[in-house]
């Protein structure tokens, strides 16, 4: 173990086994927007690394873009509302759009960003994910591509972070509980 995986009980997805993952779902997202004009949206910093990539594994044309949100903090009520802390530069009329998540937990996040996007009248818009945690949602989403379900428990690596570190680790693991500092 290298002092970046300090703290993690498990390997929950392999490096292997996301590799597979990624080249089946870039397979499918190019069969699926042939011909269509593809803009992949994700949603910084977690899905960075997802965006990075299934954008290789998609053997059509196709465009990037970025955008930051942050919840609004509110101490009593979840609230499904997002503000837009950095928005895309491009002008998604234009675009067949993808949403491209690192993961789904209570479907705050994601939902906002779906109505966001909608209002701006893309030529359609869909969502592909890399984790899923279905235990948690409060707001249900619509989820057009899921790369792998997991359950109820804190995922690091591959992007995701807990308190900003761990997302260069190569693989998805578990959080030893022991790790996390309250
Ligand atoms: P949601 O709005 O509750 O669906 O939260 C989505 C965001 O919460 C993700 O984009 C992540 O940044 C963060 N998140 C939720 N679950 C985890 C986890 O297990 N590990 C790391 N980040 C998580
Ligand atoms: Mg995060």
Excluded at 113 to 121: A, E, F, M, T
Excluded at 122 to 144: A, E, G, M, Q, W
Excluded at 156 to 166: F, M, Q, R, V
Aim: glycine share 4%.
């Amino acid at each position: 173990m290298n002092k970046a995986e300090y703290g993690i009980k498990k390997v929950l997805i392999s490096e292997q086994e996301i590799k597979d993952k990624i080249s089946e779902m870039g397979a499918l997202i190019s069969k699926e927007y042939d011909g269509k004009k593809l803009l992949m949206v994700s949603v910084l910093k977690g899905a960075f690394v997802f965006m990075a990539d299934l954008m290789r594994a998609v053997t059509i044309p196709c465009e990037i873009d970025f955008m930051c949100v942050s919840s609004y903090q509110n101490s009593t009520v979840s609230s499904g509302t997002v503000k837009i802390t950095k928005d895309l530069n491009l002008d998604v009329k234009d675009y067949h759009v993808l949403i491209v998540e690192d993961i789904l937990d209570s479907g705050n996040t994601l939902s906002s960003v779906i109505k966001l996007l909608n209002h701006r009248n893309p030529k359609s818009l869909k969502v592909v994910t890399f984790l899923d945690k279905p235990d948690r949602r409060t707001t249900s989403v619509n989820v057009d591509y899921t790369c792998f379900t997991i359950p109820d428990e804190f995922a690091i690596g591959y992007g995701l972070d807990y308190a900003e570190k761990y997302r260069n680790i190569p693989y998805i693991g578990v959080l030893d509980p022991s790790a996390i500092e309250e």
